[in-house]
């Protein structure tokens, strides 16, 4: 592999990553409609998607270990990011409806998580090169990677979902138009 295609291995992602942030950035000051009865479809095609992984490749007793710490630290990054989320509710009546904007802060948490994992990661695992020497197992060490990763996506998506139904269901219960 060249010089340059490694390059472009190593950065291609972070590009991707910086133009769909600037893209939800612009975005950011419309809010749009949050379908409360919606919120369900995206935590069951990652629980989905993440059964499918581990049925394929089951893990090991460590590897469970990192899925379990991946989806608490996932869980606890995807409930602070529904916390920082602008809810409020237009209309008034049965026209009422649950609105929701992401907040700057969501997204550079976003932002702060991926870079974090970026420097994290060595950068054998990041370019889908080999890892580097002095790994004592580096096939092991990237499935405990893969397993902590699926286990912080699932937590993420799941504990972001769940946070954002509670505060708007109590929104509408206690009608509260700003939250």
């Not at 009865?37 to 270990?65: F, N, Q, T």
């Not at 509710?89 to 550079?108: F, H, T, W, Y």
Request: glycine share 10%; hydrophobic share 60%; aromatic share 6%.
């Amino acid at each position: 592999m060249g010089e340059g295609e490694r390059g472009l291995i190593t950065y291609l992602p972070l590009a991707i990553f910086v133009g769909i942030m600037a893209l939800r950035m612009m975005r950011m000051k419309k809010a749009r409609a949050l379908r409360l009865p919606l919120l369900w479809i995206m935590p069951m095609i990652v629980i989905v998607a993440v059964s499918l992984a581990l049925a394929g490749m089951p893990p090991s007793d460590l590897g469970w270990l990192c899925l379990s710490a991946g989806a608490v630290v996932g869980g606890a990054i995807g409930a602070q990011r529904a916390r920082l989320m602008h809810l409020h509710i237009e209309g008034e009546g049965d026209k009422a409806r649950v609105m929701v904007r992401q907040s700057p802060l969501a997204i550079l948490l976003i932002a702060v998580v991926f870079l974090v994992r970026r420097l994290i990661l060595p950068s054998g695992f990041q370019a889908g090169v080999h890892a580097p020497a002095h790994a004592a197992r580096p096939v092991g060490n990237a499935l405990l990677m893969l397993d902590a990763t699926l286990g912080f996506a699932l937590g993420m998506v799941v504990a972001l979902r769940l946070v954002l139904w509670i505060r708007a269901r109590n929104m509408v219960k206690h009608h509260v138009f700003d939250a």
